[in-house]
């Protein structure tokens, strides 16, 4: 996609600062798949409608070939945006997609979809993101969906030496690739040249954080590192956020959502408003009643 410049800019006035940095915690998932969990379940509620945030990127294929096998979900939705390397959906829904530099998968798990990500390479490099973007009570039960984003489909534009991918929301004027009217998402891809800075206004009341995993940034005065999530405080009369890279320039994901303000109940890949909706996900699971 040609990067164009945007039609608008984004005032800020009253820029947010860092309530606190989060350092992410190696783990793994699937068969093995080795990644670091960014957003964990203790900030689920602070960071409401964000469920989790997987960084993963590994040039050993040992780290990521056995990929995720069958799994369920319901009641989120995922978005898994690749930054290098194929990675192949398939679910129980019929839907089917390929994965790979630069594109995002944006499946809704509704009411329940049991899904594989499997790996289409057997050498190279490998790394990306997966959010789990929250679902209302009404809709936690509905119909499954899914959508293969490729590359090209994703809007970029330029400004004062930032290169913004818009993958969801609205920025500077222009819409991103997907929208959500419950959670407004806004999930940002930034690619900094050395010493350029970008400003996002945020509504007051979302909730919002930058993950930087290319060299550092500074968010009203904080210095935050590569590898490292900030999460910015909801300071009443703020209006967004104010992103300086270093002089090695960067790439940050800042992404913000409105907040549902609902009861969370997570077991495993089941979120639901309560511990007798989780017991139904289970049971439903195992009668084979999930996708």
Same mark, same amino acid.
């Given at each position: 996609?040609? #990067? ?82 194929? !990675? ?60 293969? #984003? ?51 206004? !945020? ?27 900030? #999460? ?27 907040? !549902?303000?609902?009861? #969370? ?27």
């Amino acid at each position: 996609m040609s #990067i164009a410049t945007p039609p608008g800019t984004e005032t800020v006035e009253r820029p947010r600062a860092v309530e606190r940095l989060v350092t992410g915690q190696p783990t793994s998932d699937g068969a093995g798949v080795k990644l670091t969990r960014v957003l964990t379940q203790p900030l689920q509620r602070r960071l409401d409608p964000f469920l989790m945030l997987d960084a993963f990127g590994s040039d050993d294929p040992g780290d990521y070939i056995a990929g995720f096998p069958d799994h369920p979900h319901r009641g989120f939705e995922t978005v898994t945006y690749m930054i290098a390397g194929r !990675l192949r959906h398939r679910d129980s829904a019929g839907h089917e997609g390929l994965l790979q530099n630069g594109g995002v998968q944006w499946m809704t798990a509704g009411r329940g979809l049991i899904h594989s990500e499997l790996p289409e390479q057997e050498s190279g490099r490998m790394e990306g993101f997966q959010l789990w973007l929250n679902l209302p009570a009404r809709d936690k039960m509905g119909e499954p969906g899914y959508r293969d #984003i490729q590359s090209e489909e994703i809007p970029e534009f330029e400004t004062g030496g930032v290169t913004a991918r818009l993958i969801a929301g609205r920025s500077h004027g222009v819409d991103g690739a997907m929208q959500r009217e419950a959670t407004q998402p806004l999930y940002l891809d930034l690619h900094f040249a050395p010493g350029t800075r970008f400003a996002q206004a !945020l509504a007051e009341a979302h909730n919002a954080f930058v993950y930087v995993y290319r060299g550092d940034v500074a968010i009203g005065g904080t210095a935050v590192p590569t590898q490292r999530m900030a #999460i910015l405080a909801n300071t009443a009369g703020s209006d967004g956020t104010v992103i300086e890279a270093g002089a090695e320039g960067a790439r940050a994901l800042l992404i913000a959502g409105q907040p !549902l303000k609902e009861p #969370i109940a997570q077991y495993g890949p089941f979120v639901m408003n309560s511990n007798e909706q989780i017991f139904q996900a289970v049971e439903d699971f195992r009668a084979g009643r999930m996708g």
